[in-house]
């Protein structure tokens, strides 16, 4: 495929929630209540996205416009610029 630089397989992993009060550093010596901890789900995403990330650098562009919300065409659409 023509522009690709790189693809990635795609992998489907399983939730392990067996050790979910050790990871979350929840003590043992604590009361537990089974009626206020049901039903709780907390989560945290890392996505992977990195600002700093070779794919997100605009090196070759050129600098972006003076006051960054002049109108730009792209594929016949307009939008503002957030630089």
């Known amino acids: 495929m023509i522009g690709v630089v790189s693809v990635f397989p795609s992998r489907t992993l399983k939730l392990h929630t067996t050790r979910s009060w050790d990871y979350i550093g929840f003590p043992?010596?604590?009361?537990r209540q089974s009626t206020v901890e049901c039903d709780v789900?907390?989560?945290?995403?890392?996505?992977g996205?990195?600002?700093e990330s070779e794919s997100f650098s605009d090196?070759?562009?050129?600098p972006p416009p003076?006051?960054?919300k002049e109108n730009v065409?792209?594929?016949g659409k307009n939008f503002t610029g957030n630089k």
């Open 28 to 31: 043992e010596n604590i009361k």
């Open 41 to 47: 789900i907390i989560d945290n995403t890392d996505s």
């Open 49 to 51: 996205m990195w600002p």
């Open 59 to 62: 090196k070759g562009f050129g």
């Open 66 to 68: 003076k006051n960054g």
């Open 73 to 75: 065409k792209v594929h």
